[in-house]
């Protein structure tokens, strides 16, 4: 399928083979790659990720792909970010200190506050509260879970950037972007065959 080279970025944390597993599962072969060659060339770029946001972003620029990263998303072209994937997107995160992420949206990545009842981190599966009409979401039923696990969500300073909520208790960005640029604070890759049929629909973007 032409504009299909879909690139799974390899900057050393991450559950990278689980998200290729999942593309290879609805029928998409995707790379897995730390290459900035690769990356800049990628026609649909996925952007994955566990663990803290200081390490990530500083291991992103450390091998230089923080420029591609940056100049596809500044493109048409397809990209999709999970968990971390979507924290690093944001001005500053609030873990361990002040850190600086990659700054594509305005806002700030910060801590749930502690809620008596309630366990952080945030793990588990939560239905969502669709407020944009996204191609990747498509075939999502109303009410389904996905799965999350997380102790920091993103608190974008423009609302209109979010395409879904969840609540923990209060709402929280699950979502970010727009059609072509969509960001998910859940796992796609481990919510099922709701989460599958997500990136499918992103894997059919052209």
Known sequence: MENNKIVIVDYGMGNLRS???????????????????????????????????????????????????LDHLHSDKPFFGICLGLQMLFENCYEDGKHRGLGFYKGDVVKFSPVEGLKIPHMGWNYLDLKKDLKVFKSYPKGAGVYFVHSYFAAPENADVIAAYANYPLPFAAAVGDDRRIATQFHPEKSQGVGLQMLKHFAELS
Do not use: C, H
């Open 19 to 69: 998200v290729q597993k999942a593309f290879e599962k609805v029928g998409f072969a995707a790379v897995i790659s730390e290459d900035p060659a690769l990356i800049k060339n990628a026609d649909k770029l996925v952007l994955p990720g566990v663990g803290a946001i200081r390490d990530a972003v500083g291991r992103i620029r450390d091998i230089g792909l923080e420029k591609p990263i």
